[in-house]
T-cell receptor, first 113, second 112 residues
Framework: NAGVTQTPKFQVLKTGQSMTLQCAQD?????MSWYRQDPGMGLRLIHY???????DQGEVPNGYNVSRSTTEDFPLRLLSAAPSQTSVYFC????????????FGQGTRLTVV | KNEVEQSPQNLTAQEGEFITINCSYS?????LHWLQQHPGGGIVSLFM???GKKKHGRLIATINIQEKHSSLHITASHPRDSAVYIC??????????????FGKGTKLSVKP
């Protein structure tokens, strides 16, 4: 009964490094999304996907790439990390978008130094 | 003006008290979500509702579509209820599916 599995839980990067945050769900959900959570702000949408092969930008997409080659996986790539990307990142999935129940991963606390 | 506003931002209660957290939204919705984020950081869905009232244990969520307002109530509060409570409203964004717009959260602390 895994739900949404997000790794790693913690990560420290140097400015300019790249990395991939992994997200996988086993509920056959079509809809997956990535959010970042910063102090004093609500969760903000980075990228989302409505199904395998389909992705789109959210509110704060700059500096991030995504792909959706399978229904299960939705990795988030940081191309060249910047201190402004220090944040807590959450992956979420739902059966058919924002009008269905959302399931969240445990979050990744990323620090860019 | 934020599209989803919660009040209060912070709330401290004594164990056993009845608690109310409010959420107002300015976008049209078909469903509103209440989420809970524990100090460990994980986020879980509590309710998704589009009308009336839903109850789960000591938690009750109500919504008034005409007034664009929802409330989350906790009866007989307990220290384990200490968490951040977040409401979220669906909004069309870019593509047809849209996404969730989140409030900033209400941090609840229940003292024994």
């Amino acid at each position: 009964n895994a739900g949404v599995t997000q790794t790693p839980k913690f990560q420290v990067l140097k400015t300019g490094q790249s990395m991939t945050l992994q997200c996988a769900q086993d509920m056959n959900h079509e809809y997956m999304s990535w959010y970042r959570q910063d102090p004093g702000m609500g969760l903000r949408l980075i990228h989302y996907s409505v199904g395998a092969g389909i992705t789109d930008q959210g509110e704060v997409p700059n500096g991030y790439n995504v792909s959706r080659s399978t229904t299960e996986d939705f990795p988030l790539r940081l191309l060249s990390a910047a201190p402004s990307q220090t944040s807590v990142y959450f992956c979420a999935s739902s059966l058919q978008g924002p009008n269905t129940e959302a399931f969240f991963g445990q979050g990744t606390r990323l620090t860019v130094v | 003006k934020n599209e989803v506003e919660q009040s209060p931002q912070n709330l401290t209660a004594q164990e056993g008290e009845f608690i109310t957290i409010n959420c107002s939204y300015s976008v049209g919705i078909s469903a509103l979500h209440w989420l809970q984020q524990h100090p460990g950081g994980g986020i879980v869905s509590l309710f998704m509702l589009s009308s009336g009232k839903k109850k789960h244990g000591r938690l009750i969520a109500t919504i008034n579509i005409q007034e664009k307002h929802s409330s989350l109530h906790i009866t007989a509060s307990h220290p384990r209820d200490s968490a951040v409570y977040i409401c979220a409203s669906p909004r069309n964004y870019g593509g047809s599916q849209g996404n969730l717009i989140f409030g900033k959260g209400t941090k609840l602390s229940v003292k024994p």
